[in-house]
């Protein structure tokens, strides 16, 4: 069984930083670009981030350029998501989703998804 497992969300005040990380099992994603959504209460899932499947290509929503940074390790089928300076607003569920297409930033681009970890920013 294919499965994407994140972890390391949590409470954190604001400027505080978390890393996300998103374990693989069931297959390798080495040839997939990698990504990061989240959805906050009452609003729809939105893009985050991406890495393409060598790690050479990165992509963020402006939103959270210059205090994200997305990453993976290949060897380990792990991806990871560290996330700096946060912010009230970035308190959300973040998922974890492969695609095969390069740098995508479009949901239904995406074949497999985790369950989601929760972030929450103190103000």
Do not use: H
Request: aromatic share 14%.
């Amino acid at each position: 069984q294919v499965r994407l497992v994140e972890s390391g969300g949590g409470l954190v005040q604001a400027g505080g930083s978390l890393r996300l990380s998103c374990a693989a099992t069931g297959r390798t994603f080495s040839k997939d670009a990698m990504g990061w959504f989240r959805q906050a209460p009452g609003k729809e899932r939105e893009y985050v981030a991406t890495i393409n499947w060598n790690g050479g290509n990165t992509y963020y929503a402006d939103s959270v350029k210059g205090r994200f940074t997305i990453s993976r390790d290949d060897a380990k089928n792990t991806y990871y998501l560290q996330m700096n300076s946060l912010k009230p607003e970035d308190t959300a569920v973040y998922y974890c989703a492969a695609t095969p297409y390069e740098l995508s930033r479009r949901e239904d681009e995406y074949d497999y998804w985790g369950q989601g970890t929760q972030v929450t920013v103190s103000s």
